[in-house]
């Protein structure tokens, strides 16, 4: 299991669940304005917040333990599915202006290769090397 004993509780639940809560409110009062790729990544994203939210909750007050793997998955899958919608939306919404798409061209790789890296230092830790 995940330790996440980084922060106590409240702070937690207070930054987890907050800044879920300001992203849903971002998506949907500007749902308009960004294309539907980006605001299903938006939502995935501020959903992985959440969960991670209740796994902080749920470990340390022992709730939901017979559901204790799947609630530790979820913030997984929201990013993980969540990023690459975000990052599609951004490049279709940014493909008129040559500038803006150099720009999200360039974070995207810097996204992808952070993901690479998270990924490697994963690899190690389970092999034992770190």
């Given at each position: 299991?995940?330790?996440?004993?980084s922060?106590?509780?409240?702070?937690?639940?207070?930054?987890?669940?907050?800044?879920?809560?300001?992203?849903?409110?971002?998506?949907?009062?500007?749902?308009?304005?960004?294309?539907?790729?980006?605001?299903?990544?938006?939502?995935?994203?501020s959903?992985?917040?959440?969960?991670?939210?209740?796994?902080r909750?749920?470990?340390?007050?022992?709730?939901?333990?017979?559901?204790?793997?799947?609630?530790?998955?979820l913030p997984?899958?929201?990013?993980?599915?969540?990023?690459?919608?975000?990052?599609?939306g951004?490049?279709?919404?940014?493909?008129?202006d040559?500038y803006?798409?150099?720009?999200?061209?360039?974070?995207?790789?810097?996204?992808?290769?952070g993901?690479?890296?998270?990924?490697?230092?994963?690899?190690?830790?389970?092999?034992?090397?770190?």
């Amino acid at each position: 299991m995940i330790p996440v004993d980084s922060f106590s509780l409240p702070v937690y639940l207070l930054i987890a669940w907050g800044s879920a809560a300001g992203s849903l409110i971002l998506c949907l009062s500007n749902i308009h304005k960004y294309n539907k790729f980006m605001l299903l990544g938006i939502l995935l994203v501020s959903f992985s917040a959440f969960f991670a939210g209740l796994f902080r909750l749920s470990s340390e007050l022992e709730l939901f333990q017979k559901y204790i793997g799947i609630i530790e998955i979820l913030p997984l899958l929201g990013i993980i599915l969540g990023s690459p919608l975000l990052l599609i939306g951004s490049y279709i919404q940014a493909k008129d202006d040559p500038y803006r798409k150099k720009l999200v061209i360039f974070g995207s790789g810097l996204v992808i290769f952070g993901f690479f890296v998270l990924a490697i230092i994963i690899v190690l830790a389970l092999m034992g090397l770190l």
